[in-house]
Each structure stands twice: as structure tokens, then as C-alpha cells.
């Protein structure tokens, strides 16, 4: 079946400007994370949903990033005023539930702040 | 808060070889332990897990066994070959589910 899909695969944009990353999680899955993973590193957790719900943002580095899942389903990853820190590969991950379940990740979305 | 760390790469094995990445965490209780491997171009996809202390996961040929005593998770295949060439990064399950990482180890097997 289909795995998690994210779009754009690539995203560059200017210093200052607006962003927003999807992600189309496994059909049925209710929990959804974000990570981003900056070059060298290992992914870095950003904010997590259980069904529509942020159930731990705790993540996100400032009031720049906010992300919705207003459905349950595809989520919006949202970045105010990009910095050139904030270029990365940010990764969504889905499972079937919360705690004890294999995370499913997407080939995510390499951002360049310019 | 917790934390993984592994062992800093590159490695660069032959074909064949044995392979060995360390990994150590630090956590609270005894959380669930993962795997994942990144080949070139392609995304993050879970190799092996295990739940609890003295479990064994494996796959592929791989095999890591989760060491309470130790706090580790050291992955090992008895020979490796080319195809095995990627990122593999060890990771924990955090309180809220999430997934704490390590910051990977490349891994390069030579014909």
C-alpha cells in the first residue's frame, strides 16, 4: 500500500518568507510526527498529533513553526519568517497508534533558506 | 532527558566482514529501542526493535540485544555486504512516543 508522502520533496526559499511542508500520512494511521533532521545529525523530534490533535509540541524551537492537522489526516507544517537555521529535511512519521507502534517515515522535504 | 548516543563514523568495512555500532542510551525506566536505516536516496525505514530488556531484535541478518545492564544496544551482522552501505541510526521511544535519535553512523562496505 501507499507509504507517507511528502510534498514539496524540495523546497528553497528567501530569508523571511513563508513556508509550508505537507504530509500525507499511511491512510487509517492516527498518530502523525514531525522531525528535523539538519545535516550530520539524527532527526530531531518537533511535535506530535493523535488524531487532530497537537499532543506534544514540545519540539518546536520557537512560535515561528506551528503545524495543524485540522482532519486527522494530512498534516501542514508551517514556518513564519524562515531563518537560513531553519534549513533542514523535516521528516513525518505516522503510525497506527501512539505509544508501541512502528513509526512510518516519508521521504521528507529538504528546505534551503537562501 | 534522554538520550542516545552512538558511535561516530564513517566505518569502512569489505565485504564480508563483521560489524559492530555502538549505541548507549540514557532514559528513564526501560523505554523501546529501534534501529532505522537510511540507504542513499531513500528514507528512514525501521531494521529491527526490541520492547524489553534481554530482547533480541533482528533482521536482514542484523541483530541487536537490548542490555539494561549496560544501557545498550550495539547492532552486529556476521557479514556484511555492499548493499548494506547507508546511515543507520539508533534510537529510543520517548514518554509521548516519539522518537529520540542518535546522529547516525555511515556505514561503507567495499566488493
Known amino acids: 500500500g501507499a507509504g507517507v508522502s511528502q510534498t514539496p520533496s524540495n523546497k528553497v526559499t528567501e530569508k523571511g518568507k513563508y513556508v509550508e511542508l505537507r504530509c500525507d500520512p499511511i491512510s487509517g494511521h492516527t498518530a502523525l510526527y514531525w522531525y528535523r533532521q539538519s545535516l550530520g545529525q539524527g532527526p530531531e523530534f518537533l511535535i506530535y498529533f493523535q488524531g487532530t490533535g497537537a499532543a506534544d509540541d514540545s519540539g518546536l524551537p520557537n512560535d515561528r513553526f506551528f503545524a495543524v492537522r485540522p482532519e486527522g489526516s494530512v498534516s501542514t507544517l508551517k514556518i513564519q519568517r524562515t531563518e537560513r537555521g531553519d534549513s533542514a529535511v523535516y521528516l513525518c512519521?505516522?503510525?497506527?497508534?501512539?505509544?508501541?507502534?512502528?513509526?512510518?517515515f516519508g521521504p521528507g522535504t529538504r528546505l534551503l533558506v537562501l | 532527558g534522554d538520550s542516545v548516543t552512538q558511535m561516530e563514523g564513517p566505518v569502512t568495512l569489505s565485504e564480508e566482514a563483521f560489524l559492530t555500532i555502538n549505541c548507549t542510551y540514557t532514559a528513564t525506566g526501560y523505554p523501546s529501542l529501534f534501529w532505522y536505516v537510511q540507504y542513499p536516496g531513500e528514507g528512514l525505514q525501521l531494521l529491527l526493535k526490541?520492547?524489553?530488556?534481554?530482547d533480541k531484535g533482528s533482521n536482514k541478518g542484523f541483530e541487536a540485544t537490548y542490555r539494561k545492564e549496560t544501557t545498550s544496544f550495539h547492532l552486529e551482522k556476521g557479514s556484511v555486504q555492499v548493499s548494506d552501505s547507508a546511515v543507520y541510526f539508533c534510537?529510543?521511544?520517548?514518554?509521548?512516543?516519539?522518537?529520540?535519535f542518535g546522529k547516525g553512523t555511515k556505514l561503507s562496505v567495499k566488493p
Open positions: 526490541a520492547t524489553k530488556a534481554d
Open positions: 534510537a529510543l521511544r520517548g514518554s509521548q512516543g516519539n522518537l529520540i
Open positions: 512519521a505516522s503510525s497506527p497508534q501512539d505509544a508501541g507502534e512502528t513509526q512510518y
